[in-house]
């Protein structure tokens, strides 16, 4: 996705300072691997010696200490070789984790708007599978990487000092094997790139039909869903088997060129040796050395795919560490001396990213001011931006122009922390954690007192925790998937309600409340309301009854601000949302929402009351 492609060197050089710690031990691992590749070099020249001086000349004095130096360098290779293995293999878990602890955080600091883009598949893979890639390249990639090109380099310095005429014959083979790795680098890189990508695709496959599983079934999609899980993993497979038969090529040529030179090397040395040239020491200590070099060439292929492979991987997680942190903390923050909540939108204008080309700005200067205490209620079509305007003042997104003020200081004058503290939502689709009741209420509070939590949920009317099998330390289900949509709207507006904010921002808070609780809920949160600015996005009119005034959203505008009588007597459009807000109504959106999400024990109580509503 960088305009500009670093060298593998340089891509990968990035991981340097997540590595550092664990340098000494790696370094401490490539002198091991190091030892044990010379000592095996070093085996074929004691041969030379046992050859030429024991056997030939008939000296039988020097068999066995050399036969015995042989075997010690022998174990002194293995033991060498150990070593390595134990020196790489546990510091790269650390390496591995704080590079996972650092995503993690990225992720947190990152922007709502890089979630928007980002599927969570793909971010995934990269927290998984592309890290524990990285570490094992760490471990055993570099290290033989290093120590196999090492021992190629020092074996064909030896193999010239054996034979000059020979070790040329054998370098003359760098270059076929050159030209087949260059051609094998082009083939695999492309392939290697394209499956880490399709890996994190079929992630976020798997993620979105674990998630939607619900609807994929009740709607019978289940089948449709398998076949294009299906298609996805075929296209993994495809490229998956091009990766193969890439590494199939190298791995050819990579044992024939090695091969056919040394069937063109025992020629020339066997003439050689006839001639007088070469001792059969020379040429014994020629073969064995070159049979030593073997696995390190042979591994040129395995080792290039797996930097190839590292290097992607490296690439796919710095794409996220890089992105930027466009909503921080302020260099030189302000405070708010005394929190009074008042809030004012000043020229606030705003547009997504990918919003098209020429079209106006979604909020084109919203002027709307909060004073302190007081409910204003949002009204506008659907789609007319109040999700978006209510996500403003805690900076879930930046304006794109003009401000968001609170108390006289604008939002982005204040560190985040401060801000939030300030303000608390609760939005229309509620978002739990798989946690117990309590930690999901008081999630947001700094007062963490039984009076809080029993405050919150008596105000949400979320009187429902108490009966839960272990009451408020029921630990609910991943996203809170085993409440209805109407007990987890309750529990994140109790969570609102618990942080105890100066300004409680509520969008569409209660639309999963069947009418009779939600009047409770509005009784109960009049009381907090007349102490807390309040902005409701209003989803009925009994909502709107709510408010001390009513803001009527417009193209991108607050066309209007009065009360709902007003406004129902002189404004033409608040009269034709209202009406479009009545006919939500009959629909009864709570018998739509909860086919969908299944119906659950817990939810009885309210079933039975919807009947005897409707009946
Ligand atoms: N995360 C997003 N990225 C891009 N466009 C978005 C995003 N969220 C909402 N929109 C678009 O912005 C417009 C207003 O959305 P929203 O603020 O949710 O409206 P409302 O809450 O009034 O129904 C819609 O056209 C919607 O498609
Ligand atoms: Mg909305």
């Not at 710690?21 to 030379?48: F, H, K």
């Not at 409440?483 to 969570?495: D, E, H, N, T």
């Amino acid at each position: 996705m960088s305009a500009e492609r670093l060298s593998t060197g340089r891509a990968l050089a990035r991981l340097l300072p997540f590595v550092r710690p664990a340098l000494p031990r790696l370094i401490g691992g490539i002198v091991a691997g190091l030892l044990a590749g010379l000592v095996a070099l070093a085996i074929p020249q004691v041969l030379q010696v046992l050859v030429d001086s024991a056997l030939q000349e008939g000296d039988s004095s020097a068999v066995l200490p050399a036969v015995l130096v042989i075997v010690g360098l022998g174990v002194f290779e293995a033991v060498a070789i150990l070593v390595r293995r134990w020196l790489v293999l546990t510091p790269n878990t650390r390496v591995e984790a704080s590079m996972r602890n650092a995503l993690y955080a990225k992720l947190q600091a990152l922007p709502v708007a890089f979630h928007d883009r980002w599927p969570s598949g793909q971010l995934l893979s990269r927290a998984v599978s592309d890290l524990n890639l990285i570490r094992r390249w760490l471990a055993f990639g570099v290290v033989l990487l290093v120590v196999n090109g090492v021992t190629v380099i020092v074996g064909a310095v030896l193999l010239f000092g054996i034979n000059p005429l020979l070790g040329a014959v054998f370098l003359a083979s760098a270059l076929p094997i050159w030209i087949v790795a260059m051609r094998f680098e082009k083939r695999y890189s492309r392939a290697a790139r394209r499956s880490q990508d399709q890996a994190g695709d079929l992630a976020t496959a798997v993620e979105e039909s674990v998630h939607g599983i619900r609807v994929l079934k009740a709607f019978g999609r289940g089948p449709h869903a398998l076949r294009k899980f299906e298609r996805q993993a075929e296209e993994l497979y495809g490229t998956e088997m091009e990766k193969a038969r890439a590494i199939a090529f190298i791995w050819r040529w990579l044992t024939l060129i090695p091969d056919g030179t040394l069937a063109v090397c025992l020629v020339v040395g066997a003439v050689l040796a006839a001639q007088g040239a070469l001792t059969p020491g020379e040429l014994v200590a020629f073969f064995a050395t070159a049979t030593v070099l073997r696995f390190p060439i042979e591994s040129i292929g395995f080792l290039l795919a797996f930097t190839l492979d590292a290097r992607n991987a490296t690439d796919r997680y710095f794409e996220v560490l890089s992105e930027p942190v466009t909503i921080s903390d302020p260099e030189d923050p302000e405070n708010i001396a005394d929190p009074r909540g008042r809030l004012e939108f000043r020229g606030t204008r705003f547009r997504y990213p990918d919003a098209a080309a020429g079209t106006p700005d979604l909020l084109d200067g919203v002027d709307l001011v909060l004073e302190p205490g007081e409910t204003v209620a949002l009204v506008g079509l659907t789609g007319s931006g109040k999700s978006t305007l209510t996500a403003l003042p805690s900076r879930l997104y930046e304006v794109t122009g003009g401000a968001v003020v609170l108390d006289g200081v604008d939002v982005r004058r204040l560190r985040l922390a401060e801000l939030r503290r300030h303000i608390a939502m609760a939005f229309e689709d509620a978002t739990l954690f798989s946690d117990t009741v309590r930690e999901n209420v008081l999630l947001g509070s700094e007062d963490r007192s039984e009076e809080t939590l029993a405050e919150a949920l008596e105000v949400a009317q979320a009187h429902f925790a108490y009966e839960l099998p272990d009451g408020v330390e029921t630990v609910i289900g991943e996203e809170g998937l085993s409440l209805s949509g109407g007990q987890r709207q309750r529990l994140a507006l109790a969570r609102a309600v618990a942080a105890k904010p100066s300004v409680l921002i509520l969008d569409d808070p209660l639309s999963a409340l069947d009418v009779e609780t939600e009047e409770l809920v509005e009784a109960a949160l009049r009381r907090v309301l007349a102490s807390t600015t309040a902005l409701v996005v209003a989803h009925r009119p009994s909502t709107v009854m709510l408010a001390d005034r009513v803001a009527v959203l417009e193209d991108g505008r607050i066309t209007a601000v009065g009360r709902h009588s007003e406004l129902l007597a002189t404004n033409e459009h608040y009269r034709f949302v209202i009406s479009s807000l009545e006919d939500d109504d009959e629909l009864d959106d709570e018998d739509a929402r909860d086919a969908e999400s299944g119906e659950r024990d817990g939810d009885r109580d309210e079933t039975s009351r919807r009947a005897e509503v409707s009946a």
